[in-house]
């Protein structure tokens, strides 16, 4: 029975080839993008799975509220890992990682800049799963300026595996004995470690304060029956013991008066497999996803699906007429309605089946381009992948049986006599469900189109925004500091050379918040200290990113005092309560210096702007503690030609440095990662709603071709009274117009709530521009014209004499 309905589906699709080709297109399609929507969801979904104890590893964060100002950190104190084994029995292990700056590692002849340098406890490797090559992982650590390798980076610097015993030197200055090879870690994971170096190394990893210097990623394995919230719920205790006699005494006051301030310091647990979608604090080792968006993408990804399966009901049914016939013979001969069913449930699956084969086709072709769009690197793999083949085939099956369920039960149900007399197929309930299934389909596409259009117009705002500086036509050459003394006359080249407008060196790059400090009015008792976020820059910093003084002057290098001089910018100002801050001296909670205030700055965004701007300051190179060299070395150029004087830039860098690789990036690109996911998030919502609304007019052609076939004779006596081919056309058309109108005033409410809760992620935002929503509409209209057109014009045009004949 089986090799019958197959057959007889074959051979029904080959003898409607123009059907088949519409339907199977616009099924392979939807199915395709669905596919690739699920491979996405699942690869973020996967993250940190690697790991054997996933369920139990959590990472504890830092939030921190004060003097109005919230902070949450994916670091804490030095301390805090060995205070959570020792408080907590339910804590069976804790470790602890952190990166700073990014390292030169030289072997033999070999000198390479690594990003993915991390500093690591030596018991790292029992918490989680990174299996070891050579070594051992109990050992690999334990003592300083040991390091361990992963597997590609061995090959990279020795040729082989073979590394352990090998000495390597970290910026010219130390040496670091390999002591293990790893596996490179997955793809999957919240964080990817090419080189573990051994905590032990560092002086501020053996740090008490458990208030200061709040800079390792720390991680613990909870007992199996404790839950994260659980868990969290009893770290106030150690807050008490430990975090707030320590805050009152650097204050110089009360525990209770520090409370009674407003400051808050909780510690954040987090499971290690939340961290990827669900953690965007500071510090964190990587960019991470947004569960929001993954729910958002598997969300259109059904919705496109669906759309494609409306299509199949639409064609199906608009073909219903040619096959009257076919089911009133066969009733006629004894055919059964259940035996028709599954003849067209059957010829439903077989197109199912060639699309979804099409599908994967489509990915697998498509996969790289896709993987450049969001900068992912999944991979579909028929073979080595278990899931794939049963995936496939169920879902061909689900998609077979929902598109063709109701056309198979539709055209089962025709009377066979009515249909041999030649009586009408189609009902008034039937062409309920059509008007319903074109809303549903544009109603989905007008949500879509106008998400693009709030993301477009978000995106727009963000690169419109006077942002208080300028990084257009800088470029940042790295790691000037390891050229040490030699920096300034780096510096002084490139400043004589024409392409050049400014050259300004900083400890951080502009936009990174990594240092803080607590200053108050020399005046005023410890307890006004107020934090103040740091970066410090040399004088020509500020001429470099344009930053436009509100008040006073920048440093200069003509001015020794400017060594203990301070800018702030105008938050910082509101934060100290300085109402003539020019002058003022400010005082230190960790330094014995006082700092005279010689500029205001205008307020910068130098973080998102779904961030507030946060107090700032800029201190002069020089002072006590700091060596005057900055890892960055800002240039701005007077040309968007960048070829000539980068050219220059790296052969005055490799004349002075030694012979050191000369790195360099373009600012406007860092700034940009920090929009990256809302970038990624509008690309792929204009894309997917580019292919929802082609979808959704393969559905529109299919109904235009139903009703063109159910109203050829009332077109032929419209025609022969005298109705123009134009009137006719608009005549169609002012039946799927108006439903195009419903589906889009169905769509304008959930598009603006929803859209609406995505604008509230950003402090700066926009506004949900008005004409977004007649746009969505004529676009709508004049898609659905375009779409339906040439086949109600051909159906108005045609001979009104053998229309009605025909009839």
């Known amino acids: 029975m089986f090799k019958n309905y197959l057959k007889a589906s074959l051979r029904s699709l080959s003898t409607r080839k123009g059907f088949s080709f519409i339907n199977v297109g616009g099924l392979a399609l939807g199915i395709a993008c669905f596919i690739f929507i699920g491979l996405y969801v699942r690869e973020e979904l996967s993250y940190d799975q ?33 205070g959570l084994v020792d408080n907590f029995p339910e804590v069976s292990a804790a470790t602890r990682m952190a990166q700073s700056g990014i390292p030169v590692l ?52 020795f040729g082989s595996v073979d590394a352990v015993g090998k ?50 990623n720390t991680y613990f394995i909870l007992d199996e029956n404790t839950s994260a919230a659980e868990f969290e719920a009893k770290l106030p205790a150690i807050v008490d013991v430990n975090v707030w006699p320590e805050a009152a005494a650097l204050f110089n006051i009360t525990v209770e008066q520090v409370k009674a301030s407003g400051t808050e310091f909780d510690y954040i647990v987090m499971p290690l497999k939340d961290i990827h979608l669900k953690s965007n604090l500071r510090a964190e080792f990587e960019t991470n996803g947004n569960i929001v968006y993954i729910w958002l993408f598997a969300g259109i990804g059904l919705a496109i699906l669906l ?22 013979i066969r009733k006629a001969v004894g055919s059964s309605r259940n035996q ?28 790289p381009l896709l993987n450049t769009f969001t900068g992912k690197a999944i991979e579909l793999s028929l073979l080595s992948d278990p899931v794939v083949v049963p995936a496939a085939i169920i879902l061909a099956l689900i998609v077979g049986l929902v598109a063709g369920a109701y056309p198979a039960f539709f055209l089962s149900s025709f009377n066979p006599v009515k249909v041999l007399k030649g009586s009408g197929t189609a009902g008034s309930s039937k062409s309920v469900l059509r008007n319903g299934l074109i809303v549903f389909q544009y109603s989905i596409s007008a949500v879509l189109v106008l998400a693009s259009l709030v993301v477009y117009g978000q995106l727009e705002y963000i690169q419109n925004t006077n942002l208080g500086f300028s990084g257009d036509q800088v470029i940042v050459v790295k790691k000037t500091d390891d050229i040490g003394p030699k920096l300034e006359a780096f510096k002084q080249r490139i400043r004589e050379k024409s392409s050049v407008l400014a050259v300004g060196n900083s400890q951080s790059l502009f936009g990174d918040i990594g240092n803080d400090n607590m200053f108050r009015p020399s005046e005023q008792p410890e307890s006004e200290n107020k934090l103040i976020w740091l970066n410090f820059t040399d004088a020509g910093f500020a001429e470099t990113f344009e930053l436009e003084m509100a008040e006073g002057r ?30 003022q001296k400010l005082s230190s909670m960790f330094s014995d210096q006082e700092l005279t205030v010689v500029g205001v700055v205008k307020d910068f965004h130098v973080e998102s702007l779904q961030n ?5 300051g800029f201190m002069y ?38 012979g050191q690789a000369f790195e360099y990036e373009f600012f406007d690109k860092v700034f940009e990662e920090k929009y990256l996911a809302e970038k990624n998030v509008g690309q792929i919502l204009m894309a997917f709603s580019g292919l929802a609304i082609l979808i959704a007019c393969l559905g529109l052609f299919g109904l235009a071709a139903f009703v063109t076939t159910q109203r050829t004779k009332e077109i032929g006596i419209r025609k022969s009274l005298g109705a123009s081919a134009g009137g006719i056309v608009l005549m169609l058309f002012k039946d799927f117009g108006k439903w195009i109108l419903v589906a889009n005033l169905l769509a304008w409410p959930a598009a603006y709530f929803l859209m609406n809760d995505w604008l509230q992620n950003f402090v700066f935002r926009t506004e949900i521009a008005l004409w977004y929503f007649p746009l969505s509409l004529l676009a709508g209209l004049i898609l659905a014209f375009i779409t339906i057109g040439g086949k109600t014009m051909s159906a108005a045009q045609a001979n009104p004499v053998k229309a009605l004949k025909n009839e």
């Not at 104890?53 to 504890?60: P, S």
């Not at 990003?115 to 003592?143: H, K």
């Open 50 to 82: 690697y790991n054997e104890n996933v369920d139990q590893i959590h990472r504890l964060g830092l939030h921190l509220f004060l003097d109005g100002t919230e902070s949450n950190f994916a670091t804490v104190a030095a301390p805090v890992a060995q």
């Open 621 to 658: 190179y020089g002072l006590e503690g700091n060596n005057g060299f900055g890892r960055n070395t800002s240039v701005r150029l007077a040309s968007a030609n960048f070829t000539n004087v980068l050219a220059e830039i790296e052969a005055e860098w490799l004349a002075i440095s030694n």
């Open 612 to 616: 507030d701007i946060k107090p700032f």
């Open 167 to 216: 000495t390597v030197q970290m910026d010219g200055r130390f040496d670091y004995t390999v002591t293990g090879v790893v596996e490179d870690i997955p793809e999957a994971s919240h964080f990817h470690a090419d080189f573990f170096a051994a905590m032990a190394t560092r002086e501020n990893s053996r740090n008490t304060s458990w208030v200061t210097q709040n800079n390792f």
């Open 554 to 583: 920048y440093f200069s290098r003509d001015i020794a005092s400017d060594e203990s001089a301070i800018v702030l910018n105008e938050t910082a100002v509101s934060l100290l309560g300085l109402e003539e801050p020019i002058g």
């Open 307 to 328: 759309i494609a399966c409306v299509n199949y009901i639409n064609l199906s049914t608009a073909i219903s007429a040619r096959k009257a016939k076919e089911v009133g």
């Open 106 to 157: 030289r072997y033999e002849n070999k000198a390479f800049s690594e990003e993915r340098f991390y500093w690591a406890d030596s018991n790292v490797f029992s918490v989680f799963t990174i299996p070891f090559i050579q070594g051992d992982p109990s050992l690999a650590l334990t003592q300083p300026n040991t390091i361990v390798f992963s597997e590609s980076m061995a090959m990279k610097y």
């Open 340 to 367: 028709l069913v599954a003849q067209f449930l059957s010829d439903s699956v077989v197109m199912s089946f060639i699309a979804v084969g099409l599908a994967l086709t489509i990915v697998k072709l498509a996969m």
